[in-house]
């Protein structure tokens, strides 16, 4: 993983546990932004999509240190969304393996233990710029 996201990295599995316990806020935060509230659905990926490439130009913008918080937040919704929509998915972290390309990163693990990062999901989409990504990505393992 490239230097770009130490910032959002866990060193062990009680400070990703505190992480998870402040989901419910910084998502309201995010929302608090957006337009309106766009609801947790395989839908609402595209709301939050739209409102992420609007606000930023590229990752590296959304990676800035001013904005951080905005980029966990859509994160956190994108991942929230997987976890309610795929069945067995959940929350997990990976502490034990640094060759994993989402080693100390927050992933969202799917019933047959396939990963994925929703924070790379985020930065992906604004690489691409492409509206729909999020939602694909995500579809692909329902």
Do not use: K
């Not at 659905?41 to 905005?70: N, T």
């Not at 976890?83 to 990976?94: H, K, T």
């Amino acid at each position: 993983m490239t230097d770009d996201f130490h910032a959002f990295q866990f060193h062990s599995r009680e400070d990703f546990q505190i992480w998870l316990a402040s989901d419910v806020e910084v998502r309201d935060e995010l929302y608090a932004l957006m337009p309106s509230d766009p609801g947790r659905d395989m839908a609402s990926l595209d709301e939050v999509e739209a409102f992420l490439l609007a606000r930023f130009p590229d990752p590296d913008a959304a990676l800035a240190l001013e904005h951080r918080a905005v980029l966990d937040a859509v994160a956190r919704h994108i991942g929230l969304v997987m976890v309610l929509a795929l069945g067995e998915a959940s929350w997990d972290i990976d502490l034990d393996d640094p060759d994993n390309v989402y080693y100390r990163l927050p992933i969202v693990r799917m019933e047959d233990g396939s990963e994925e990062c929703p924070l790379t999901m985020a930065t992906a989409a604004l690489d691409r710029r492409h509206p729909g990504y999020l939602r694909g990505v995500a579809e692909s393992y329902e």
